[in-house]
């Protein structure tokens, strides 16, 4: 008896764990293609792994097109591919953190100094003056965003940042 995909995932969820060893079986070629192509192989078809079983958890078998192959295998395959993308951009932010010293080298230690620096640097100023330079230099935020945070005008924020800016400039010497 052939099963289509959708009933060995609805066998998985049942708890069957024989569907879920052919599932990962079927699928296995796709996430090692994607695993190679991470710098730690075992990790990331872990990850991959994991991953694949969670998204066979989310797939929408009510809707009746989930009952055909092919829209499973696209869910499935965009799905993976989603998740790579996103696990080689957080493996480039790390390596891009990492920093070299010739003496006492530790792959996978990130550190930011410019970060610390900043908070001990802001640390002088008042808590409302502080919080909106956080949201602004560290997470990026605009001043109009800050401005609905704090409940405020954007020219408010914005004379805030002038002040602490001047207050940091006249505290750091060169």
Not at 52 to 66: G, Y
Not at 115 to 138: A, G, P, R, S
């Amino acid at each position: 008896m052939d099963f289509s995909l959708c009933d060995y995932i609805k066998k998985f969820r049942e708890g069957d764990i024989y569907s879920i060893e052919f599932l990962i079986q079927k699928f296995q070629p796709l996430l090692i293609k994607y695993a190679n192509k991470l710098s730690d192989f075992d990790d990331a078809k872990s990850e991959l792994s994991l991953h694949f079983i969670i998204t066979l958890q989310k797939i929408p078998l009510d809707d009746l097109k989930f009952k055909n192959d092919k829209y499973i295998l696209s869910y499935i395959n965009t799905s993976i591919k989603r998740y790579y993308i996103f696990l080689s951009t957080q493996q480039s932010y790390l390596h891009s953190k990492e920093i070299l010293t010739l003496d006492d080298y530790q792959p996978g230690i990130a550190y930011d100094t410019c970060n610390v620096e900043f908070y001990d640097l802001i640390h002088t100023l008042k808590i409302k003056e502080q919080k909106v330079l956080i949201l602004k230099f560290i997470y990026n935020y605009t001043n109009t965003e800050i401005s609905r945070v704090f409940n405020v005008s954007r020219q408010n924020v914005q004379v805030c940042i002038t002040r602490s800016l001047i207050k940091l400039k006249s505290k750091v010497v060169f």
